[in-house]
């Protein structure tokens, strides 16, 4: 890849994954990224991305969301340093907050070019658990968990559909951004935030069991309050 147009990109890869901490799954997300020895940080202020590979936005509820990363001066730091090389994954609102296209509403972050429509599924009560294949990240089937999920209803030129099911996408990929309507981070696998740190140029180390096996439970709990 070229970097004559860009020549700021050239930056050194500091080996941390950030967590937006404003709003969700953030727990969740440091403790895979810890079972995988890979160093993640909770990010708050615009300063501390400079120090980052990679920044996960976790899910919680994209419009709150959208306006702490405004009130924090978080939107312009996080442009400008995925200009400069930083990773950027969205976990259901996170995506949301990502896409280029929001159906009904103003696009936020707009980093990669997909259409997203949120609350596709209807209520809490809605929110259901399944497995699928993702071929890119990991050779077996992948236990999801969709709450209160937004639908991926189109990408655009170069951006790489990871996950089709039924009429939508679950998981997309382009230019250093990688989407996920649904939690990965609920879930005791890791083979989405191993595949991100790859994304990242980190190597992740073997996995270490969770020290609390009801942890998934009790995040499952915590979500019941967040909509998407």
């Known amino acids: 890849m070229t ?58 509820e994209s419009t709150c969301l959208s306006r702490l990363i405004n009130i924090f001066g978080l939107d312009e730091a996080i442009k400008e340093e995925y200009k400069r090389g930083m990773k950027l994954w969205g976990t259901c609102a996170g995506a949301i907050l990502l896409a280029r296209h929001v159906v009904g509403e103003e696009a936020h972050l707009g980093l990669i070019d997909i259409e997203i429509k949120r609350n596709s599924f209807g209520s809490q009560l809605d929110s259901f658990a399944c497995e699928a294949l993702v071929p890119e990240v990991a050779s077996e089937p992948l236990p999801l968990t969709f709450i209160r999920a937004p639908k991926i209803l189109r990408v655009g030129e170069g951006v790489k559909i990871l996950l089709a099911m039924d009429d939508y996408i679950a998981a997309a990929e382009s230019d250093g951004v990688l989407v996920t309507i649904f939690h990965p981070e609920l879930t005791e696998c890791l083979a989405f935030h191993r595949y991100f740190a790859r994304k990242c140029s980190l190597a992740a180390k073997e996995e270490v069991p969770p020290l609390d096996p009801t942890w998934n439970m009790l995040s499952w709990t915590r979500y019941a309050r967040i909509a998407s």
């Open 3 to 60: 970097v004559v147009d860009f020549p700021e990109i050239r930056r050194t890869n500091p080996g941390k994954i950030g967590v937006l901490n404003l709003q969700g799954g953030v727990v969740e997300h440091l403790d895979h990224l810890e079972r995988l020895s890979i160093q993640g940080i909770p990010v708050k202020k615009p300063e501390e991305l400079k120090e980052l590979a990679g920044l996960i936005i976790p899910g919680g």
